[in-house]
């Protein structure tokens, strides 16, 4: 089963920014649709925005205008710009088919605090 590798969390301020990717060596990967989640302590997984084969993106209302989900096929790798980051978007994050057909990664911290 395939999984996937996060990275690119860290501390950051409030309003700044964190570049999040995921790589999926998997040669399907450019057929998925790709979806980055997040899971703050004490919640439940959600998702956070998808991006289709196609390059259509949606986002969840608490990240739309701020977070950016884009892919580059030819590097098997979904990435996530966080602009203007907020403490509540503190959460691991984690990326997977947006059916989650993959194995679930570790997963990066992203820690939003002054």
């Known amino acids: 089963q395939v999984q996937v590798v996060e990275s690119g969390g860290g501390l950051v301020q409030p309003g700044g920014s964190l570049r999040l990717s995921c790589a999926a060596s998997?040669?399907?990967?450019?057929?998925?649709?790709m979806a980055w989640y997040r899971q703050a302590p004490g919640k439940q997984r959600e998702l956070v925005a998808f991006i289709t084969s196609a390059g259509r993106t949606v986002y969840a209302d608490s990240v739309k205008g701020r977070f950016t989900i884009s892919r580059d096929n030819a590097k098997y790798t979904v990435y996530l710009q966080m602009n203007s980051l907020k403490p509540e978007d503190t959460a691991v994050y984690y990326c997977?088919?947006?059916?989650?057909?993959?194995?679930w990664g570790q997963g990066t911290q992203v820690t939003v605090s002054s």
């Open positions: 998997e040669i399907n990967f450019s057929i998925y649709t």
């Open positions: 997977n088919t947006v059916d989650r057909r993959y194995m």
